[in-house]
């Protein structure tokens, strides 16, 4: 099991711009593939992004693409979301996880390990 932290969550105003960090605690995880989620207020879980074991490959949600960018710095086991050109629609607390299981990355079922969320807000 790993053990994840997200921080870097807060309020912010439209068109604004926001860099969730989210910490691992494995040596291991460079070898992880790692998504972010969302969830706004009474609905579901939703996917944003993520992003392959050494960064080869990512996959972005269509209502971020072009906004959001996922990173990773593995000698720091730490991932990342920058989030630009917010709107108040990206309010949410966002999530980190582990992808373990083979999928689809927006498959909630795919991910194992999850951080307690941090919150982002975005003011009108």
């Known amino acids: 099991q790993v053990r994840l932290v997200e921080s870097g969550g807060g309020l912010v105003q439209t068109g604004g711009s926001r860099r969730l960090v989210c910490a691992a605690s494995?040596?291991?995880?460079?070898?992880?593939?790692m998504g972010w989620f969302r969830q706004a207020p009474g609905k579901e879980r939703e996917f944003v992004a993520a992003i392959e074991r050494g960064g080869v490959s990512s996959d972005y949600a269509d209502s971020v693409k072009g906004r959001f960018i996922i990173s990773r710095d593995d000698a720091k086991n730490t991932l990342y979301l920058q989030m630009n050109s917010l709107k108040p629609e990206d309010t949410a607390v966002y999530y980190c996880a582990r992808r373990a299981y083979s999928g689809t990355y927006s498959d909630l079922r795919s991910y194992n390990d999850w951080g307690q969320g941090t919150q982002v807000t975005v003011s009108s």
């Open positions: 494995t040596r291991a995880f460079s070898s992880l593939s």
